[in-house]
């Protein structure tokens, strides 16, 4: 499974994972200063249960090291990823 980078425009980005023109997955975010507002995460009920989102997560939070910024949680897959696992806590705003 491939994910894409895109820039969004007027400060927003994303991870997608797009399959015969469709969006099958996606982690969006608005870039606030050095802050990575995590606010959408959206999986195809065709791909749920098999661990795209937290694929999509670890895309992101890979970006955020790289680029040294920390993640806001505001999406409810981000919040509970945040509360389940310490893997986040180097990069938690």
Not at 24 to 50: A, C, N, Q, Y
Not at 60 to 68: C, G, L, N, T, V
Not at 74 to 83: D, I, L, Q
Request: one cysteine or more; hydrophobic letters at 40%; proline letters at 1%.
């Amino acid at each position: 499974m491939e994910f894409q980078f895109k820039e969004l425009g007027h400060d927003a980005y994303a991870y997608v994972y797009e399959k015969d023109g469709q969006t099958l997955g996606e982690i969006t975010w608005t870039l606030l200063g050095d802050v990575m507002v995590m606010d959408h995460t959206f999986v195809s009920p065709s791909l749920r249960g098999k661990g795209v989102a937290k694929e999509l997560l670890d895309h992101a939070a890979k970006f955020a090291r790289e680029k040294d910024l920390k993640m806001e949680a505001v999406c409810s897959y981000v919040v509970t990823a945040f509360e389940k696992s310490s893997e986040y806590e180097d990069i938690k705003a």
